[in-house]
């Protein structure tokens, strides 16, 4: 079945970096754009970034842009996200979704992975 | 960037009632809206694509339509596993944003 399922989160103290890693399987994952979305603790959601089906293009919220890069790997079925310079009000879980075909926005979306930005 | 104004924040209603929820783009964004229902500790899930194309799977008492800048989720009979959090989202160009989000309680 198709399936999103993100790792890499944890506790991290501010100013540091974490890669988070989301593991696609039951699609063609080299056919979709994908993206990260973010829900901070009790809070709404915010889309973070997107990546084309072939990585050539990348658009990032004006919040992460300049820290956070989103990347892929085709050959290993795996969205990236590496974040920078984290700051408390990164904290959030962090979820990968597909882009859905004819780019109707997100179907499919990963159980999210939790990340605790903390001194 | 377009901004999307949910309304309203939260509401309560019984088993049975018909609800609706509005968002209101800050500009025009023809249909390329959808809505999304999220349940405490999981993951949101597509209900409506294209502003008003009903998910695969998701009940045929959800519906959404408007074009443009106005848009509305519509649940014609709340049934009990319906309570939980609404959000549209805009995907009409980068950056995407979300409504701030319908919470729909139990009265």
């Known amino acids: 079945q198709v399936q999103l399922v993100e790792s890499g989160g944890g506790v991290v103290q501010p100013g540091r970096s974490l890669r988070l890693s989301c593991a696609a399987s039951?699609?063609?994952?080299?056919?979709?754009?994908m993206h990260w979305v973010r829900q901070a603790p009790g809070k709404g959601l915010e889309w973070v970034a997107v990546?084309?089906?072939?990585?050539?293009?990348?658009y990032y919220a004006d919040s992460v842009k300049g820290r956070f890069i989103i990347s892929r790997d085709n050959s290993e079925n795996t969205l990236y996200l590496q974040m920078k310079s984290l700051r408390h009000e990164d904290t959030a879980v962090y979820y990968c979704a597909r882009e859905s075909w004819g780019s109707d926005a997100v179907d499919i979306w990963g159980q999210g992975t939790l990340v605790t930005v903390s001194s | 960037d377009i901004q999307m104004t949910q309304s309203p924040s939260s509401l309560s209603a019984s088993v049975g009632d018909r609800v609706t929820i509005t968002c209101r783009a800050s500009q025009g964004i023809r249909n390329d809206l959808g809505w999304y229902q999220q349940k405490p500790g999981n993951a949101p899930k597509r209900l409506i694509y294209?502003?008003?194309s009903l998910q695969s799977g998701v009940p045929s008492r959800f519906s959404g339509s408007g074009y443009g800048t106005e848009f509305t989720l519509t649940i014609s009979s709340l049934q009990p596993e319906d309570f939980a959090t609404y959000y549209c989202l805009h995907y009409n160009g980068y950056p995407w944003t979300f409504g701030q989000g319908t919470k729909v309680e139990i009265k």
């Open positions: 990546i084309s089906f072939d990585g050539s293009d990348k």
């Open positions: 039951g699609f063609t994952f080299s056919s979709y754009a």
């Open positions: 294209a502003a008003s």
